[in-house]
């Protein structure tokens, strides 16, 4: 924004000095050359009173000495004519031939008794010069006339001075207003920069950092104590809203704990055809206290706020298939894992493992007997390059039944359940994966799997390069602006 003000500075300071430049360079040349014109024009016309006489007397003898003085004077060139155009004296010697076509009209105006002064090419060389030709007359009779040709150099030089002091002015004045509103450019945005990083961090989640409300100008000084009342008002909410769920969800532990129970003490007082009704209830309960855990765990989650760190993503994924792999047996599922280790990943410590167990939690749920979960990985830049998120894919793939476009745009809805899940599910564990990939500036994507089932990709982004913390942290920022199932397609939450 600075540029822009500066360059809005600078364009109307260039507009109006191009304006008054231009219209004072083109006055002052043209009352430059006027001058010199009515300056030429008065010599001209006292040399034809002094030869005046002489023509009439027909004493052409102190002719060639005026003529040499005033060529001399002027710098130029001289006739001198009687009635008939036949020269009487000139410096340099010269006749009418020699003269350019405009120079031969102005002298037959003249001895027409008229008066001709112009700015003309001269015929030798081209140059521009003043011609004057002005009568020589007695008592309203034109004994002949004087030519004067003098060149135009000195004031044309004394105009080009000026146009070029008009420029070394016009880039001073532009210099200083540059200078004045870079200042001012600055003490303007310098508010506006201000509040742009607590906004910033308002939407990284850190609310605690007020923007400045003593610099700058009046109304950008209201505006941040706006905003400032607004993110206030907003971390009041967000605790608020993290408080209810924590104290939500411990509170309801116990009861159904005591639940659970309770019910479970009843089996031996209830007839044969109740006990399917209290393993449904017994079941009912196990889903709510999940839920409970679920809610804590969102909670906790939204409170942690913490920075990713380097990873070694294929570590994490050898500790999480070691504990996976005995559950998968017991259902005669296997595991395997394809790709090549792509090496350190950033990630928020301890998030990488609980996205794992959900994924594969999930895919066990809905993978039949003899199937394949597989986990593949993949690393799509060169190592040594600018990292951007999704340089580092991580697919867990399972060959269950799948889920259509519709139930993966909604999966990641929290409480959302796919339409004939199993009971027992809470609808959170994988809404709780999109707050963990989100977290870590991740992304995940759900994808049909080759020849049938379920592929949950994960774009990760590679650490050990330079550039990865910044890009994370626009990354993080862009996407910030948006809620999580805009930024993060959704999976399923109840399978």
């Known amino acids: 924004m600075t540029r822009r003000l500066l360059l809005s500075y600078l364009s109307l300071t260039m507009v109006i000095l191009l304006g008054f430049g231009t219209a004072l360079g083109v006055t002052y040349a043209s009352d430059q050359r006027q001058r010199a014109q009515r300056l030429f024009e008065r010599e001209a016309a006292v040399l034809a009173d002094l030869v005046e006489q002489?023509?009439?007397?027909?004493?052409?003898?102190?002719?060639?000495?005026?003529?040499?003085?005033?060529?001399?004077?002027?710098?130029?060139?001289?006739?001198?004519?009687?009635?008939?155009?036949?020269?009487?004296?000139?410096?340099?010697?010269?006749?009418?031939?020699?003269?350019?076509?405009?120079?031969?009209?102005?002298?037959?105006?003249?001895?027409?008794g008229g008066r001709a002064t112009n700015m003309r090419d001269s015929a030798a060389g081209g140059?521009?010069?003043?011609?004057?030709?002005?009568?020589?007359?007695?008592?309203?009779?034109?004994?002949?006339?004087?030519?004067?040709?003098?060149?135009?150099?000195?004031?044309?030089?004394?105009?080009?001075?000026?146009?070029?002091?008009?420029?070394?002015?016009?880039?001073l004045i532009l210099g200083c207003v540059a200078g004045i509103g870079i200042a001012l450019a600055r003490w303007t945005t310098r508010p506006i920069r201000a509040l742009e990083n607590a906004t910033d961090r308002l939407a990284r989640g850190v609310l605690d950092t007020p923007a400045a409300t003593n610099i700058g100008p009046p109304e950008l000084r209201k505006l941040a104590a706006t905003f400032n009342h607004t993110a206030k008002r907003l971390q009041?909410?967000?605790?608020?809203?993290?408080?209810?769920?924590?104290?939500?969800?411990?509170?309801?532990?116990?009861?159904?704990?005591a639940l659970r129970l309770r019910l479970e003490n009843l089996e031996p007082d209830l007839a044969p055809g109740g006990l399917a009704n209290l393993d449904a209830a017994i079941t009912e309960i196990d889903r709510l206290a999940d839920m409970v855990e679920q809610l804590l765990s969102l909670a906790r989650l939204e409170e942690a706020g913490a920075t990713p760190a380097a990873i070694d993503l294929d570590e994490v994924l050898a500790?999480?298939?070691?504990?996976?792999?005995?559950?998968?047996?017991?259902?005669?599922?296997?595991?395997?894992?394809?790709?090549?280790?792509?090496g350190e990943i950033l990630a928020v410590p301890g998030t990488l493992e609980q996205i794992i167990d959900n994924l594969m939690s999930n895919a066990l749920k809905v993978s039949p007997a003899g199937s394949t979960i597989t986990i593949d990985r993949q690393r799509l830049s060169r190592p040594g390059t600018a990292a951007v998120v999704g340089d580092v894919l991580l697919h867990v793939r399972d060959q269950g039944p799948g889920m259509s476009a519709e139930q993966r745009r909604l999966a990641f809805n929290r409480f959302w359940r796919e339409p004939g899940?199993?009971?027992?599910?809470?609808?959170?564990?994988?809404?709780?994966?999109?707050?963990?990939?989100?977290?870590?500036?991740?992304?995940?994507?759900?994808?049909?799997?080759?020849?049938?089932?379920?592929?949950?990709?994960?774009?990760?982004?590679?650490?050990?390069?330079?550039?990865?913390?910044?890009?994370?942290?626009?990354?993080?920022?862009?996407?910030?602006?948006?809620?999580?199932?805009?930024?993060?397609?959704?999976?399923?939450?109840?399978?």
């Open 236 to 257: 009041l909410l967000v605790e608020q809203q993290r408080g209810f769920a924590a104290d939500a969800s411990h509170q309801l532990r116990t009861p159904l704990t």
């Open 127 to 171: 140059a521009e010069v003043f011609s004057v030709a002005v009568p020589a007359a007695s008592g309203g009779t034109t004994l002949g006339a004087v030519h004067l040709a003098a060149p135009s150099d000195d004031v044309t030089e004394t105009i080009h001075r000026m146009l070029v002091a008009l420029i070394i002015g016009a880039l």
């Open 54 to 112: 002489d023509i009439r007397l027909k004493d052409y003898d102190d002719l060639p000495r005026l003529a040499a003085e005033y060529a001399r004077l002027s710098d130029g060139r001289v006739l001198i004519l009687d009635r008939q155009a036949k020269v009487l004296a000139s410096s340099p010697a010269s006749t009418t031939a020699q003269l350019s076509d405009g120079e031969q009209r102005d002298l037959m105006t003249a001895l027409a």
């Open 319 to 342: 500790g999480r298939i070691a504990n996976w792999t005995t559950p998968a047996g017991e259902q005669g599922v296997h595991i395997a894992v394809a790709g090549v280790p792509p």
């Open 421 to 495: 899940a199993p009971k027992g599910g809470s609808g959170l564990g994988l809404a709780i994966v999109a707050r963990l990939v989100q977290a870590s500036g991740s992304h995940i994507t759900l994808q049909d799997a080759p020849g049938g089932g379920l592929d949950a990709v994960i774009a990760l982004l590679p650490a050990g390069t330079e550039p990865a913390m910044s890009r994370l942290s626009q990354y993080r920022a862009r996407h910030s602006r948006h809620g999580p199932r805009e930024r993060t397609p959704a999976v399923s939450a109840g399978r």
